[in-house]
Nanobody, 125 residues
Framework: QVQLVESGGGLVQAGGSLRLSCAAS????????IAWFRQAPGKEREFVAA????????YYADSVKGRFTISRDNAKSTVFLQMNSLEPEDTASYYC??????????????????WGQGTRVTVSS
C-alpha cells in the first residue's frame, strides 16, 4: 500500500508561483508513474501532468503546458509540481496519484491506484 501526502498549496496572486510536493509513506514512489490531477469547485477532476518512473518522460495538459513542470527526486521518494504564471483558473484542489505502470503516462483517473488527500491552491486575481 502506498500512502501519498501532498503539500505546498496556498493562496497566491495571479502571476505568482507555487511548488507542490507529493511524498510517499509505506513504500517508495520509485517504482511508480506519478501524476497530478486537480479539481475545481463544481467541476470534475482533470489531469494536469504525469512523469514516468525514470524521469525521462513527462506529459502535460494543454492548459498548463509551458507554465507547470513536473519532476521527481527518487532518492527522496518525492514528486514535485512547479507552477508558474498562475491564473485564477488554476484554483483547485490538487491531487497526486501513483500507478504501478511506471512507464505509462496515463491521463485517466482509472489508471492510477493510489491517491493523496489533496492540497488546496487558490489564485486571486
Amino acid at each position: 500500500q502506498v500512502q501519498l501526502v501532498e503539500s505546498g498549496g496556498g493562496l497566491v496572486q495571479a502571476g505568482g508561483s507555487l511548488r507542490l510536493s507529493c511524498a510517499a509513506s509505506g513504500r517508495t514512489l520509485n517504482n511508480y508513474a506519478i501524476a497530478w490531477f486537480r479539481q475545481a469547485p463544481g467541476k470534475e477532476r482533470e489531469f494536469v501532468a504525469a512523469i514516468s518512473w525514470g524521469r525521462t518522460n513527462t506529459y502535460y495538459a494543454d492548459s498548463v503546458k509551458g507554465r507547470f513542470t513536473i519532476s521527481r527526486d527518487n532518492a527522496k521518494s518525492t514528486v514535485f509540481l512547479q507552477m508558474n504564471s498562475l491564473e485564477p483558473e488554476d484554483t483547485a484542489s490538487y491531487y497526486c496519484a501513483a500507478s504501478p505502470l511506471r512507464f505509462r503516462l496515463g491521463v485517466a483517473e482509472g489508471e492510477y491506484d493510489y491517491w493523496g488527500q489533496g492540497t488546496r491552491v487558490t489564485v486571486s486575481s
